[in-house]
């Protein structure tokens, strides 16, 4: 695929979803009109009166401005660290090959937790009553949040947050010291150590994901239920860790890991990542689905407030931009392998989860509607900055995959990739 070919599918694909979202906002809107008087639109209206919509916005401070930028921010690259450990996890946990020349690459992205996500942390932490609503509420006259008050008080926050933080760092920092262990000795041990690690740390992994998304971001709605909103924030995290892998691992291919990864890795990345396409989508889907087939107050608020204003426009553009966009255009099987389309993909990548986690935060502070401010791209990249910074000297500072693993001599000899009827993908 030749870059005027990509070019000329990439302005049918957004003429494509350009005259999708104009249909469906026209189609949904006329339908949400005329439903207006019906009692399931009224219930829904209510609650959203009851949870936190004022008749009159109020002008955001500018500490809540900066508060909430940081704090999409960090759910970004929180992100992207949460999603390098999942990869360690499930690397040991089945015992693969293929992603051994791109262990360390995770292992050194999964460090990050210790010491610089939880430095991080530390102004959301101090700002914490400017950013979450819920910290000045009485419990004892807020239903929603007395039932939870065991969970959504201060001292669980601040507590819960900081042992999660050191825990995942923990947990990381013992998988690249198993790992540069065995590249001194190669001992097995090493391996059965990760893999007993991997065992009972999936479902410590679960458990704290979980807490750490519904304290971070979840609560800033505190009202708020859903049963699936760990897996959809681990969902995203995953998918965008992995085109994050996918470009470095393109990137070093020519540099520290030339004769490394090779073709096939290239191309089982890029699988992995169409495959979290896919589950992301299912699992939005399935969270929105569920909680409009219940039609409780309590679940949909949340949508009810995230359909005013620009806000439809930002859930559309999440629609078909995280979803529709990446997945037609990696459905041949040379897409994968091609950096002609894998490049502006991974971009793509980055800039839909940005937006996914600003539909999260944002309607919070602004209801009515979508609204940058210079604080968003000054937080986002100095904190992405810092971190690649800090990820790239850690990387410097070891082997660039490990040496003595027992399954290297594998990865090394996996079978190329069968080629397709249009020739051979650019390597």
């Not at 109020?58 to 949460?82: D, H, K, R, W």
């Not at 690690?197 to 709605?221: D, N, R």
Request: aromatic fraction near 18%; proline fraction near 4%; hydrophobic fraction near 55%.
């Amino acid at each position: 695929m030749n870059l005027t070919s990509f070019i000329k599918r990439c302005w049918v694909l957004l003429a494509c979803a350009g005259i999708l979202i104009t249909s469906a906002r026209s189609v949904l809107a006329a339908e949400a009109k005329a439903e207006t008087n019906t009692a399931t639109f009224q219930s829904a209206e209510v609650a959203a009166a009851g949870h936190g919509e004022s008749e009159e916005a109020v002008e955001p401070t500018l500490v809540a401005q900066i508060g909430y930028s940081y704090l999409t921010a960090y759910m970004f690259c929180l992100s992207l660290c949460v999603g390098a450990l999942f990869y360690l996890i499930i690397h040991h946990l089945f015992d693969a090959a293929w992603s051994v020349p791109m262990l360390r690459i995770a292992e050194n992205m999964a460090c990050l937790f210790f010491p610089w996500m939880l430095v991080l942390l530390l102004p959301i932490l101090a700002l914490q009553k400017s950013i979450y609503p819920w910290m000045s509420l009485d419990p004892n006259l807020d239903h929603a949040l007395g039932v939870k008050r065991i969970l959504f008080n201060s001292y669980s926050f601040n507590l819960l947050l900081v042992v999660i933080l050191l825990f995942w760092g923990w947990m990381s920092h013992t998988f690249r010291r198993f790992s540069l262990a065995q590249d001194k000795d190669g001992k097995a041990i090493w391996t059965q150590k990760a893999r007993f690690l991997a065992a009972w740390g999936i479902y410590a992994f679960a458990v704290t994901l979980t807490l750490a998304c519904f304290l971070l971001m979840k609560s800033l709605m505190h009202q708020f239920f859903s049963t699936m909103y760990g897996v959809y924030y681990f969902a995203g995290s995953f998918w965008v860790t992995l085109a994050t892998i996918y470009a470095i691992a393109r990137w070093l291919q020519t540099r520290e890991l030339k004769g490394i990864v090779a073709k096939r890795h290239i191309h089982d990345s890029g699988v992995l990542f169409f495959a979290f396409t896919v589950f992301y989508a299912y699992i939005h889907f399935s969270q929105y689905f569920l909680i409009w087939n219940a039609a409780i107050p309590e679940e949909t608020f949340w949508y009810v407030k995230r359909e005013e204003g620009s806000w439809w426009d930002v859930g559309l553009l999440i629609l078909f931009g995280h979803f529709f966009v990446p997945f037609l255009l990696l459905l041949r099987i040379d897409a994968k392998q091609s950096m002609t389309v894998m490049g502006p993909i991974v971009i793509w990548a980055w800039l839909m989860h940005y937006v996914d986690m600003t539909f999260n935060v944002m309607p919070v502070l602004y209801p009515k509607g979508l609204h940058v401010t210079i604080f968003d791209p000054i937080c986002w990249g100095g904190m992405a900055f810092l971190l690649g910074f800090a990820w790239w000297k850690s990387f410097r500072s070891f082997p660039p995959y490990p040496l003595r693993h027992p399954r290297l001599k594998e990865a090394l000899t996996y079978h190329p990739v069968p080629e397709t009827s249009a020739g051979p993908a650019s390597h």
